[in-house]
């Protein structure tokens, strides 16, 4: 199989590569990092104007239609600069979930504004106590006339507090726990009722514990068929952990690239570090490791839209296994093999340990996929 980006898939990753590199440094992640909002809306102009929040949104919508390698071709870079904006929680999952209803006006609607940077909308589905069974949403809409009362807990929403729009699921029959009885709601960040509890990640990045009391919301703001929303959310839940394993791939390529730096440079003894053969070994280690995660990336990229939904999960859930797995080795060498100094704020080697830790635990970790791709296996 070839996996080498085509023409147009490397000018899109040629095209993010360069404007982070030269834009978003290490000073302006730290200044950004820092502010009360912790992203910075300027960026996000110029990331619609290069096209990286209209890269899957569909052509009718006036994005560019494309799919999860064009996503991968950018996510390595979003990573590598610790892009603190919301593109996995907006550009790449919201615009998935949106997806599956652009026949519907609202929908549509908020696409068109989504790719030109003009609206932000995140899903909020997670709750405390899911352990991240997609299917546990004990939030209540309940039919008053022709609105909806919302009522209910979203727990860890990614930059809740950067979006005019939250997706938020909530179940319109049925208990808690069952496939069936979930609907989508699009529902204003600033209605009256939501509440807001923001905090910074491990990583930097925001979200927020937001709880709905008493939301009303307009009977043509639900998505879809009542109770019926389920599956497209876990089809774009999907597609977004295949993008963060591109992410975190990004992050241990400038892991590796920043370390084996680091020991040619470093002198002791009057000799480089790097001539040592134990740490040679070490960062052969870290290469084999990292090469595993690039190619359990690409096969998550490819399998993410199989309409096979057994044989997509087992891909995506042996691929964040590794990965974890692989960005943990390779976030503890590194900053063991940068010494003390490798821990301190200062580095960008920290913060990069730090978003690898982040994304182990976002969708589940290593643990939660290994016993997921079991159960999914057995029988096969």
Same mark, same amino acid.
């Given at each position: 199989m070839n996996f080498e980006f085509s023409?147009?898939? /490397?000018? &899109?990753?040629?095209a993010v590569? /360069?404007?982070l590199s030269e834009q978003y440094g290490f000073d302006r992640f730290k200044a950004i990092k820092g502010s009360a909002a912790g992203w910075d809306p300027a960026v996000w102009r110029d990331l619609a104007e290069l096209g990286v929040l209209a890269i899957t949104v569909p052509a009718a919508q006036g994005g560019l239609g494309f799919g999860p390698l064009e996503t &991968?071709?950018?996510?390595? #870079?979003?990573g590598r600069s610790l892009l603190l904006e919301p593109v996995l929680s907006s550009a790449v999952i919201a615009t998935?979930? &949106? /997806?599956?209803?652009? #026949?519907? +006006?609202?929908a549509a609607e908020l696409l068109a504004a989504m790719a030109t940077g003009e609206k932000i909308a995140v899903l909020a589905h997670f709750e405390s106590g899911a352990r991240y069974e997609s299917q546990w949403v004990s939030t209540r809409a309940r039919r008053t006339g022709e609105s909806y009362r919302l009522d209910g807990h979203k727990a860890v929403v990614m930059h809740a507090g950067a979006a005019d729009t939250l997706l938020v699921s909530a179940r319109t029959a049925q208990e +808690?726990? #069952?496939?069936?009885g979930v609907s989508l709601f699009l529902v204003p960040r600033a209605a009256p009722g939501v509440v807001l509890d923001a905090y910074p990640t491990v990583d930097g990045? /925001?979200?927020a514990d937001v709880y709905l009391q008493g939301v009303e919301v307009p009977a043509g703001s639900r $998505?879809? $068929?009542?109770g019926a929303a389920l599956n497209p959310i876990e089809a774009a839940l999907d597609i977004g952990l295949a993008a963060l394993c591109a992410d975190a791939v990004g992050v241990m390529q400038a892991l590796v690239d920043a370390t084996v730096e680091y020991v040619r440079q470093r002198q002791q003894f009057g000799h480089p570090i790097g001539r040592f053969q134990v740490l040679q070994h070490r960062i052969a280690d870290m290469l084999v490791h990292l090469e595993q995660a690039r190619s359990m990336s690409y096969l998550a990229a490819l399998r993410c839209n199989d309409k096979d939904i057994g044989a997509r999960r087992r891909a995506l859930s042996a691929a964040k296994a590794v990965i974890g797995q692989a960005g943990r080795f390779v976030g503890q060498q590194s900053l063991q093999l940068h010494g003390g100094m490798g821990m301190t704020d200062e580095l960008k080697v920290s913060h990069w340990f730090k978003r690898l830790t982040a994304a182990q635990l976002m969708f589940g970790d290593s643990d939660v996929h290994l016993q997921r791709y079991a159960e999914l296996t057995r029988g096969c």
């Open positions: 023409d147009e898939q /490397r000018q &899109l990753h040629d590569e /360069r404007y &991968l071709a950018m996510m390595g #870079d979003c998935a979930v &949106l /997806r599956a209803f652009a #026949d519907e +006006t609202p +808690t726990g #069952d496939a069936q990045q /925001r979200a $998505l879809g $068929l009542e």
